[in-house]
């Protein structure tokens, strides 16, 4: 049984992230999407709406699971029996930072492995942290993720309801 695991902070999934859980779900028996509590201060979503909505948008994929995961990445790993770790690659940008965490990781446990992923080059531009911005700015980015964070985003973003004078 070949299980991987792809962590990230997802806030929120975007079409980027769910073509590589779709391409890691045809290589691997079982796929492992771990969401981190916060990489930046103030995210978005809470890390159990953001499971929710990978959930959401991966209940086809019979191999992927969804778990909020804490603590170092090596240890979860080898926690639930995995092997490897995905992580996506959309630009040379990327990469000076994902080696050198795949290379920390590997000084903290030898037996992790990382493996780099490209998503469709349609999505290399997106990040989640574009989309928020142009949700908050009130842009369309309905072609950017799936239709559930479509949604959860535009109830986020909604200005809440004014109080009434009396
Ligand atoms: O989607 P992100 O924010 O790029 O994901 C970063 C994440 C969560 C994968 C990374 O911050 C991480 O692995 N955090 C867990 C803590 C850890 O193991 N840190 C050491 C990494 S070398």
């Given amino acids: 049984m070949r299980a991987v695991v792809y962590p990230g902070s ?3 999934l975007t079409n980027g992230h769910l073509d ?3 391409r890691a779900a045809r290589l691997f028996d079982r796929v492992i999407v771990a969401v981190a509590p916060n990489s930046e201060k103030h995210p978005l979503f809470t890390t159990e709406e953001r499971c929710k909505l990978v959930v959401g948008a991966t209940r086809r994929l019979r191999n992927v699971e ?3 995961f804490d603590g170092l990445l090596v240890d979860y790993v080898r ?6 770790v995905i992580r996506g690659l959309r630009a040379v940008s990327d990469f000076e930072f994902e080696f050198q965490m795949a290379l920390m990781n590997r000084k903290l ?3 992790v492995e990382t493996i ?3 998503p469709k080059d349609t ?3 997106l990040s989640s942290r574009l989309v928020k911005e142009i949700a908050q700015l009130g ?5 950017f993720v799936p239709r559930n964070v479509g949604r959860a985003l535009l109830k986020r973003m909604q200005p809440s309801t004014p109080m009434r004078r009396r």
């Avoid at 926690?79 to 490897?84: I, L, M, N, P, V």
């Avoid at 842009?139 to 072609?143: A, E, L, P, Q, R």
């Fill in 10 to 12: 997802f806030d929120p």
């Fill in 20 to 22: 590589v859980i779709e």
């Fill in 66 to 68: 969804v778990r909020a």
């Fill in 79 to 84: 926690g639930c029996g995995a092997q490897a």
């Fill in 109 to 111: 446990d030898e037996r």
């Fill in 116 to 118: 780099f992923m490209m």
């Fill in 123 to 125: 999505y290399t531009f």
């Fill in 139 to 143: 842009g369309d980015v309905s072609t």
